[in-house]
């Protein structure tokens, strides 16, 4: 059984008007994340559709980062989208336009201090 990820997502680049962004995702844990899945989801935490992104279903080894381009459709509100990273061993979430890194995790033990958590989830502000 694989430990646990933790992701490390951060917003490199947002160009609304080209409906674009570029993040960097680093695996910050000593266990690799595997088949690691993007989804970009809206403020009603939906699929946004269609998003396409530079890379899919991928491993990343503890330490490892990959650059991520993705694109959006025009309709979708760039301040209300959220990057929703999935490996088989951890999810994760990004808001850019907010810093807010949300971890699901299926036990709270692994929540830093003064998260706070709510059906499995925590949510953790780190300004903006």
């Not at 990820?5 to 951060?10: H, S």
């Not at 970009?40 to 990343?60: E, I, K, R």
């Not at 807010?100 to 998260?115: I, T």
Request: hydrophobic content about 40%.
């Amino acid at each position: 059984m694989l430990l646990p990820v933790q992701l490390a997502p951060r917003l490199v680049r947002q160009d609304a008007a080209t409906h674009s962004l570029t993040y960097e995702l680093v695996n910050a844990s000593a266990t690799p994340a595997v088949a690691v899945r993007l989804t970009l989801l809206n403020d009603q935490q939906q699929p946004v559709l269609p998003a396409y992104f530079s890379n899919g279903y991928f491993t990343l080894l503890p330490g490892e980062y990959r650059i991520i381009n993705g694109q959006y459709p025009a309709t979708a509100s760039p301040a209300a989208l959220r990057l929703l990273a999935e490996a088989y061993n951890g999810h994760y979430s990004f808001r850019p336009s907010c810093h807010v890194l949300v971890f699901y995790e299926s036990l709270s033990a692994f929540a830093p201090a003064g998260a706070t958590n709510k059906g499995g989830r925590c949510s953790i502000q780190d300004g903006g």
